[in-house]
């Protein structure tokens, strides 16, 4: 088959044009296979080249894809399966970019752990989540999740009560704990390590008492009056999470 005209694209990628059809190549395969000079390719040939441009890009949408922020393995291969790329230049990308040192699952576990310790809250266990669903090694997850130590989680939790509590004074002491006990969890700490912190907790809510019990009694004493009224008082302040009345 003659190669009947060149043109270079803006790309980097060559169009080759046969007699009744054309072909976009890498420019690095157009050197390699010295196409510029050779004006005939056997059907074979051209079959060959086009598996390796395939690969080449395969590799080229990794490289791309990848340079934006680090990505896990996982990560890489599920968007190169939506790119409808074969299972074997996704391997052959994979691997080529592992060893140039774009893609390490131990330094995507750490750089993560310290974007989530620097810029958020989680705690231990999300993070742990995270990396499992990204389908990283057990090992290097454990590996990476021994510099989140357990002074390091004690003292997020800590600053975390803290900064809660102190946007939250509308709630009683009871209800605050509760609150404090769900998002810890939802964080991802671990229960000993929040229950350690708040089995002491307790905020003077003696004020906001008074002020809810006067508002409720406000309220329920139009359609109540007596026992009643004030059994139906503790119903509404229990529900508020004051329970000693």
């Known amino acids: 088959m003659e ?18 059809f054309s072909v976009l190549l890498h420019e690095d395969l157009i050197l390699k296979y010295n ?3 050779k004006k005939d390719l056997t059907i074979e040939e051209l079959d060959n080249i086009r598996d390796e441009n395939n690969k080449y890009e395969a ?18 291969r599920k968007y190169l399966e939506k790119k409808a790329i074969s299972d074997e230049d996704i391997d052959f990308t994979c691997n080529l970019l592992e060893k140039q040192g774009y893609l390490d699952d131990t330094l995507y576990a750490t750089s993560y752990l310290h974007d989530k310790i620097n810029m958020s809250y ?13 389908m990283i090694d057990d090992k290097i997850i454990d590996s990476t999740l021994k510099e989140f130590t357990s002074e390091l989680e004690d ?9 809660i509590s102190k946007t939250n004074k509308n709630k ?7 609150k404090l006990k769900q998002q810890l969890i939802n964080l991802g700490y671990n229960l000993d390590v929040i229950n350690n912190n708040l089995i002491d907790f307790k905020i003077d809510d003696s004020l906001l008492r008074e002020k809810e019990y006067e508002k409720i ?8 009056s007596g026992k009643e009224l004030e059994y139906k008082i503790k119903q509404k302040m229990y529900q508020k999470g004051f329970f000693n009345m």
Not at 12 to 18: D, P, R, S, T, V
């Open 59 to 76: 590799y080229n949408i990794g490289l791309k894809y990848i340079k934006t922020r680090l990505r896990s393995t996982t990560e890489i």
């Open 122 to 134: 989680d705690g231990p266990l999300k993070i742990k989540k995270y990396l499992i669903e990204n």
């Open 217 to 224: 009694k406000k309220q329920l004493m139009k359609k109540y």
């Open 3 to 20: 190669i009947k005209k060149f043109k270079k694209q803006t790309n980097g990628m060559y169009k080759l044009q046969f007699d009744t």
């Open 35 to 37: 196409l510029l000079i």
């Open 172 to 178: 009683s002491s009871n209800s605050l704990k509760l």
């Open 155 to 163: 003292e997020r939790v800590k600053k975390i009560i803290s900064k």
